[in-house]
């Protein structure tokens, strides 16, 4: 069964940080660009940040750039995505999503349609 499973969520007060985990079965994930999307109540889903295969490369939607990042560890077939400097707009159900390398090299990275598979999604909170 392919499964994509986030975890790491949870409520942190401004400023603190969180580490996120996606890991997956039945797929392996060095072959799949990864990104990373959240959605807020009320608000549409939106891109956070994207790795390409090998992990050397990535991207960072303008809210998160300089508080975040993603890393991949290819070994444990799970990527990561470290958030800093945590505000409380940045609360949000937040997804890992696994789609094929053009995605990445596309440039449409944060368009949801470019990924195959997603988790479930795990909660940040981010308040005081």
């Known amino acids: 069964q392919l499964r994509l499973v986030e975890s790491g969520g949870g409520f942190v007060q401004p400023g603190g940080s969180l580490r996120l985990s996606c890991a997956a079965s039945?797929?392996?994930?060095?072959?799949?660009?990864i990104g990373w999307f959240r959605q807020a109540p009320g608000k549409e889903r939106e891109g956070v940040s994207c790795?390409?295969?090998?992990?050397?490369?990535?991207n960072y939607a303008d809210p998160v750039k300089g508080r975040f990042t993603i890393s991949r560890d290819n070994a444990k077939n799970t990527v990561y995505l470290q958030m800093n400097s945590l505000k409380p707009e940045d609360t949000a159900v937040y997804y890992c999503?696994?789609?094929?390398?053009?995605?990445?090299?596309?440039?449409?990275?944060?368009?949801?349609?470019?990924?195959?598979?997603w988790g479930q999604g795990t909660q940040v909170t981010v308040s005081s």
């Open positions: 999503a696994a789609g094929p390398p053009r995605t990445y090299y596309s440039g449409r990275y944060y368009y949801p349609t470019g990924y195959n598979y």
């Open positions: 790795i390409n295969t090998s992990g050397g490369s990535t």
């Open positions: 039945g797929l392996t994930l060095e072959y799949y660009t």
